[in-house]
């Protein structure tokens, strides 16, 4: 039975709540500090002085200059900054362009855009039955006209953890750019822009504890090919992205880099428990359940289970019945009813695919709110098996 008001959210990969702290950092910025940041006068000054303080915040837990940061409205915009932004400077010219078969919509929609309407030519990436990409197919599909790479860091429906430095690296011997989606691990886990060798990386704040609406793209400085402009107008942001900036949040989001920065060992352990607790006893107790995706290399608060015969999209409304959020897949694109691009890039038999459910921790969650989930799910598992008629019968 339910508890009474009970509410659980295991969809973190989706969005996150709002730290506390970086609730107090912004407020002030939504009411007596409402300044123009571009403007010369004193209530200008007072909002270019925090903006500029956020861009350092931002910088440092990614191993970057201030000077390459780009605050932008998340990562869709980001991505599409990196990709058109690079493309349009061969607008005319052509050429062929790489990423792989499981990145998030907002860059697998980009490429096919720029395929369909400005003639590049692009190379999907396979991936094994893990999820994972091989970098030796990177370094075969190189061409003389590649103009750039795009491999996310991480994948958000599985968690996979991608071999972005090896790729990365294969890209520079080429002299070719590459970028990388690292929404799904910027705030959860070490991101070292110089180790990685990356020329672009995209971050969202809202999947760290920080508002929607605010995001970050790193562009390496120097760059032979810089992203062109999406945005035409003034010359904020390095003039790579013109606007007046959303200054609550980019204060929200550089305290919630500074959070993220101070207390990700800890909280990559804590998180990192329960969701082996809940993975272990999910795949323990309830039959014909299967992991998807890597076993070891993958973000410690992410768990893609399939629950075999059944429709994922009736689970996931019974548990929300039962207080429990959680996700068939992707938030960008759940509500078209299609199974999932990633775990079909897997391979993945349609009787797994239709059943996959993404488990994603985070700030709130409790060993408490494990132990409800294993209570509750095993017996709506049990009653929607039944009720296939697909389900084995002894």
């Not at 002299?175 to 995209?202: C, E, I, N, S």
């Not at 605010?214 to 942001?237: C, D, N, R, T, Y």
């Not at 804590?270 to 993958?298: C, F, Q, S, W, Y």
């Not at 709506?380 to 019968?393: D, N």
Request: aromatic share 6%.
């Amino acid at each position: 039975m339910r508890r009474e008001n009970r509410r659980v959210y295991f969809d973190h990969n989706a969005t996150t709540p709002v730290h506390p702290d970086v609730k107090d950092a912004m407020s002030p910025f939504l009411g007596e500090v409402f300044g123009n940041p571009s403007s010369a006068h004193r209530a200008g000054r007072e909002a270019r002085g925090p903006v500029e303080e956020a861009r350092g915040q931002v910088a440092a837990l990614i191993n970057a200059s201030p000077e390459e940061i780009v605050f932008t409205s998340g990562g869709t915009e980001g991505d599409n900054m990196a990709v058109k932004g690079v493309l349009f400077n061969f607008l005319g010219k052509g050429g062929h362009i790489i990423t792989t078969a499981v990145e998030h919509p907002a860059v697998i929609e980009t490429f096919k855009f720029m395929e369909k309407f400005f003639g590049f030519e692009a190379t999907y990436l396979p991936v094994d039955n893990f999820g994972m990409p091989d970098p030796d197919d990177l370094r075969k599909a190189i061409r003389g006209d590649t103009r750039m790479v795009s491999v996310m860091a991480a994948n958000n429906e599985t968690g996979d953890i991608f071999p972005v430095r090896e790729m990365a690296r294969i890209a520079l011997e080429r002299g070719v750019l590459f970028h990388t989606d690292a929404v799904q691990v910027t705030g959860k886990m070490p991101v070292d822009v110089r180790d990685w060798g990356v020329d672009l990386l995209t971050a969202s704040g809202h999947k760290f504890n920080a508002p929607k609406g605010v995001g970050f793209q790193f562009i390496k400085k120097g760059l032979s090919i810089p992203p062109a402009a999406l945005l035409s107008g003034g010359h904020q942001e390095h003039g790579f992205r013109s606007g007046t900036e959303n200054v609550p949040g980019i204060i929200a989001l550089g305290r919630a880099c500074e959070l993220a920065g101070a207390g990700m060992k800890e909280k990559a352990e804590r998180t990192g428990r329960m969701r082996d607790t809940l993975e272990e006893a999910i795949l323990g107790r309830i039959p014909e359940t299967v992991l998807n995706g890597h076993k070891e290399n993958r973000i410690y608060n992410t768990s893609n289970i399939s629950f075999k015969y059944i429709e994922a999209e009736a689970l996931l409304q019974m548990l929300d019945m039962q207080g429990i959020c959680v996700s068939t897949g992707s938030a960008c694109s759940s509500e078209t009813g299609e199974p999932s691009h990633v775990l079909q890039a897997m391979g993945l038999a349609p009787i797994c695919s239709r059943g996959a459910i993404r488990f994603s921790l985070g700030l709130g969650n409790t060993e408490d709110d494990v132990d409800y989930l294993l209570e509750v799910l095993p017996p709506i598992v049990e009653r929607l098996q039944k009720m296939s008629p697909l389900f084995p019968r002894k």
